[in-house]
Nanobody
């Protein structure tokens, strides 16, 4: 059974940084894309960034230049380096991985940015 374990969330002041990690285990198939979504209270879940198996990345316009997604494919782990955080970045951040048989969500980690 596929399991995604996220870590690295927390409370930070505006302008600060956090690094999220998501380790995947239990797969019988290789991971294709890996990504991060977020959901703020009262809002829909939105894509933050995604990285393909070959390392190509896509980031939401709202985080370009501030957030960087990366992965360690040997360890089935994806990272999200978040710099210059803003209060509007406050949300629950979810890891997502895509396998040939389907996609899976992590349990979410809270990121709170104080002004």
């Amino acid at each position: 059974q596929v399991q995604l374990v996220e870590s690295g969330g927390g409370l930070v002041q505006a302008g600060g940084s956090l690094r999220l990690s998501c380790a995947a285990s239990g797969m019988k198939f290789s991971i294709n894309d890996m990504g991060w979504y977020r959901q703020a209270p009262g809002s829909q879940r939105e894509l933050v960034a995604v990285i393909t198996r070959s390392g190509a990345t896509t980031e939401a316009d709202s985080v370009k230049g501030r957030f960087t997604i990366s992965r360690d494919s040997a360890k089935n782990t994806v990272f999200l380096q978040m710099n210059s955080l803003k209060p509007e970045d406050t949300a629950v951040y979810y890891c997502r991985v895509w396998l040939v048989i389907g996609a899976y969500w992590g349990q979410g980690t809270q990121v709170t940015v104080s002004s």
